[in-house]
């Protein structure tokens, strides 16, 4: 049944099939859009010819859809679902008549643009300009695994004046992803009008500038497309260790007289007259009336669902302790823990491949302890942080286990759309940022990552982990490596102490287990709760330690899961002393304290609550004084609360 | 003083001035980077002739570094701030004795990175790949309002790497922007190592494939880059319409030989040792010790400050009434606005320049209505958002008043970290989104955006509207046209009904004026209070109209100012009623919600609270049946109305 790329041209059998098949298709993609009164009709018809093609050729079949080592093909232009649902209802993924009663129905998995619950469909796309990093990221994976597999990415012309797309040309091209195979749909035309109206470039000397062969064809040429796309699969192409792209001359609407290279159907539904005359047109049943007949009788049989229970192989290796007496920071403990499941799993071939993922940051984020174990696994992805975090979250749809790390104002604010699409898609790569918060100091406003808590809490599969030091580091690493979710880690820059016991051992150290969603104390005390988190933990110790001797009790809890939170100590906590304060190296109207006041809120206690965060842009400067500067050194801590307490 | 770009070639006496004054600039880098104990030595050097004879020549001196019609030079690798401000102190802006004394200190203007603050600095950068957008924005500014300045944009050839610089190039090609100069600093190393090895890629084929002339020099020669520059400025270039970037070949850290060539003093100070000989060989003073002594006596003379105290000359026009039977949606009352503005403003010298730009969604933004009254006012800057929304920005920063307008997911989700530098230089762009929430139903998940409550109180200076209905979106758009700030208007897609008062009127009719701040009191009631907010005020008005007949008092208040929020109505509601409920199309967790929990808890008022918002990923489906799966319809609100004040 799938015609597979090593034959020199598809047979005249194949040819006549395939040729055969389409206006069935393209009737299925008018009904598509008629169904639900809207839709992508335009692109889906440019785009028809080349789906046909690939859906037979490559290797990915209602058979082998959940091999590891099958082709993957990923459409950028998310919103030609019609003709992405018609082609793979033909080719057996699942009945066309399912489609029909789902389309762009609420609680279904057949989306306005496509989702990954649809078998066949591997990647959730919508937010044009994606595809092409994630590509690259199942190509790496792919490479890592040892697999021989192909990827192809298709995309539109218009999707084309995304800036992401240079950044993943580049990077393909850099690590010589000969398996990533692009076409895109070039019909022309665009929402607002011409392409080359509204934003006119050299397509062609872009993809080669970047170093990528190209290949021009008829994107409506079932013979010419098979002879492109085989060119590239059998590296047949100027360069053989380059990636392909094919630019494929098509038609918006072809095949269908009333709309062809019309724009305003890029995405519009037709009449019922004009869904008519080109159902005869195309010399297809005019059954739309029984269609819509069908739908309203019927239930979506494929209700969208979220897929989390995937089980992660790895060995997080042995726990280390950093002493009581020792200042390093949480990045080297980052590094160390890197190395160390590097070489835990390196002898066992059921664990995850654990690849690295910098942005020419590998020095700050300490990989270079990982590089130098395992060079083949790291990806120095360059300044280029868009592309990076898709290809983590691909990577990671694949079986392969990313650390992406930059700092935090690249990995989590600047990727915040990279990894909503990451979480949409049910992925879990591992975001391990550094220079978080007013800690980055001397780099300013610009790279002081204050705005890192909402962006977790908006992505409801993500967790979000802020260590208090080294060891908290270490714990929390090794015990979220095997938990299937994008895991976001943040720590600061700087040198920080070991926080320790009353009794001068440390707080994180051999017999302290980390657990998810779990708040633990540092410091007793009945008048006051200080909620800290991150390098603002030590600080609250501090300050903990110096009113004990004035006979005040400030209790320290350790706030450093920040999603999940910790709800049961927060009321308890509540209910026991009644004087709360949060102390964050975070803006504070977004942060931990906004977190506690919603916990509070929803359970209807009152508490006294002062929140202490950041309250306006940090200047340039040394930690210490830009932490004076927004009232957030120990001594503020401390004042605050006898204060509040004092308030009663 | 300023040589101007008049004469085809420096003359030898100013050409000797440059060559004589580089070895102390060069020492002044040095300086700099010692007395803080870090920073940027490497790439200020590389960079530094082009910056002396950029400042030397340009239009922009301390005498006009106010003036509309000035020069714009702008540094986009932001971290070479130590060669701007030995370059500009040696130009008058200000004492190098200021730079010695504030270079990243707490509270100075004299940052890590470049800040507007300090005089002569255009824009702040530190987030690199965004600086050539914003040179677009200044330069469509300038075009807009009759100018005929040039901008002149520096940038790293690491930075090269960023995709946002290919929306830019192709966004300046497209409008001709010829007065629009890029120089690169092509030393060929960034901070992991040599550029060509890191990312290759071949940087002016990518220039020319987007339209731009391309010109190479020689980075450290005077006579070159004058020459050079001027061609840019003169258009003698191969396209005279197009703009120019100039590729400069330079040396990291160039003129000091313990540093010349090694990438490791991209970010890094020298040794005592080192910065003596180095002095020493640039035949300038070893006086470290002496500013030492002078940084550790004096504070900074130039504190930071935030200025907000803009007047935007702009009559907002005539409010239109929308019936209350009526049934539009907000994004057309909004595109009635703008054309309004356009058309009260045309006549008026005096007035800021309205200009809109739209991301090849015009038709959905409801652009078009001013697009045919002012065309050239119009900027469509294709599918590329994060260099639409820094063009934006920077424009507002020159006395020009832009409505960048999009879907929420791609104007504020996507763009949030370019919003974010938007934000911290201080400008005021008009960000109108629409097709918020799960009201852009069948498009799905990945063009929900139920997210952007959090990243507007992330900016300081932001402010966040949601109009209830086109009557309150009129009276909105009207009410912050002159506020100088980014104001960000997010609205749904849907049609809906005019929101009315008891006795059938609209309820932001003729008699209605909007406020910052300012909640308002839709319906009476005092069995408990929804803060319901955009398109779900409607909604709790027929739960609140269906439970009065019932006999149970729903009190519905209009939370449209999402920031600035209005506290003291929050407080009073808790005091009155005690029961309280929040009502939105938005993560619940991040949104309204949050704020209102957040208030309670600051002021530790206990009120029964519950937060009805979205709780998962939507599907793809109408508008209604999205709402019903998120359990937000009017019945769920009156139910949980019912519930939570029967809890008592």
Chains 1, 2 share one sequence.
Not at 237 to 259: C, F, Q, R
Request: proline share 5%.
């Amino acid at each position: 049944m799938n015609y597979g790329f090593a034959a020199p041209s598809l047979t005249s059998d194949q040819l006549d099939a395939l040729t055969g098949q389409r206006p069935r298709l393209a009737a299925d993609v008018l009904r598509l859009v008629s169904l639900s009164g809207s839709g992508h009709p335009g692109g889906s018809l440019s785009t028809l010819d080349a789906l046909m093609v690939i859906y037979a050729c490559a290797a990915i079949t209602p058979e082998n859809v959940n091999a590891p080592d099958r082709d993957r093909v990923i459409i950028s232009h998310g919103h030609i679902s019609p003709g992405v649902y018609a082609t793979l209802a033909d080719r057996g993924f699942f009945g066309i008549d399912e489609a029909y009663v789902g389309f762009r129905r609420a609680g279904s998995v057949f989306g306005g643009h496509i989702e990954k619950e649809v078998p066949g469909v591997e990647w959730n796309t919508g937010n044009l300009g994606q595809g092409l990093s994630a590509g690259a990221g199942m190509a790496i994976a792919g490479r890592v695994r040892g697999f021989s597999h192909n990827v192809f990415v298709g995309m539109g012309d218009g999707e084309q004046q995304k800036g992401q797309i240079s950044e993943a040309r580049r990077f393909a091209a850099r690590f010589k992803l000969s398996n990533l195979i692009a076409f895109i749909d070039v019909n022309g035309l665009q929402i607002g009008g011409r392409t080359d109206a509204i934003m006119p470039f050299d397509l062609a000397a872009s993809w080669r500038a970047d170093g990528w062969n190209v290949i021009s064809a008829d994107g409506h040429d079932m013979k010419a497309l098979y002879a492109a796309f085989r060119a590239a699969v059998t590296r047949q192409t100027d360069n053989p260790e380059a990636p392909t792209v094919l630019l494929l001359d098509t038609v918006m609407g072809k095949g269908v007289s009333s709309i062809e290279g019309d724009h305003k159907y890029h995405g519009q539904a037709l009449t019922d007259a004009q869904l008519s005359a080109a159902l005869q047109e195309l010399g297809q049943d005019d059954n739309i009336d029984a269609l819509r007949a069908l739908r309203r009788e019927r239930t979506c049989s494929r209700p969208h669902h979220i897929d989390r229970d995937r089980a992660i192989v790895l060995d997080p290796g042995k726990p280390r302790t950093y002493g009581a007496n020792e200042t390093t920071d949480c990045r080297s403990a980052y590094g160390n823990f890197l190395e160390d499941i590097a070489k835990a799993n390196a002898a066992n071939p059921a664990a995850w491949p654990v690849i690295g993922i910098s942005c020419d940051l590998e020095g700050s984020v300490k990989m270079g302890g990982f590089r130098k174990a395992t060079p083949e696994r790291f990806f120095e992805a360059g300044i280029a942080e868009h592309n990076a975090a898709v290809v983590a979250g691909a990577a990671s749809a694949c079986g392969v286990l990313p650390y992406f790390s930059t700092f935090g104002m690249f990995g989590i604010i600047e990727c915040y759309n990279q990894q909503r699409l990451n979480d949409q898609n049910e992925t879990a790569p591992r975001v391990v940022v550094t220079h978080c918060g007013m800690d980055v100091g001397e780099d300013g406003p610009t790279h002081q990552c204050i705005d890192y808590v909402p962006a977790a809490h908006n992505l409801f599969g993500a967790e979000l982990y802020v260590p208090a030091d080294p060891n908290e580091t270490d714990r929390i690493l090794r015990a979220t490596a095997t938990r299937y979710a994008p895991i976001f880690v943040a720590m600061g820059r700087s040198k920080i102490p070991t926080v320790t016991t009353l009794d001068g051992k440390p707080a994180f150290g051999d017999d302290f287990t980390f657990e998810p969603g779990v708040w633990t104390q540092v410091r007793p005390g009945d008048d006051a709760v200080v909620f800290a988190v991150g390098p603002m933990l030590y600080r609250a110790v501090q300050a903990s330690d110096q009113l004990r001797e004035q006979g005040f009790g400030l209790r320290v809890v350790n706030a450093s899961s920040l999603k999940p939170i910790d709800r049961d100590c927060i009321l308890r906590c509540a209910r026991e002393v009644g004087t709360l304060l949060t102390y964050e190296d975070h803006n504070v109207h977004t942060g931990l304290g906004a977190l506690v006041a919603g916990v509070l809120g929803d359970e209807g206690v009152a508490a006294r609550l002062r929140r202490l965060g950041v309250s306006r842009y940090g200047t340039s400067g040394a930690p210490d004084d830009l932490f004076a500067e927004q009232g957030l050194a120990p001594e503020n801590l401390a004042q605050a609360a006898r204060e509040l307490a004092a308030r009663g």
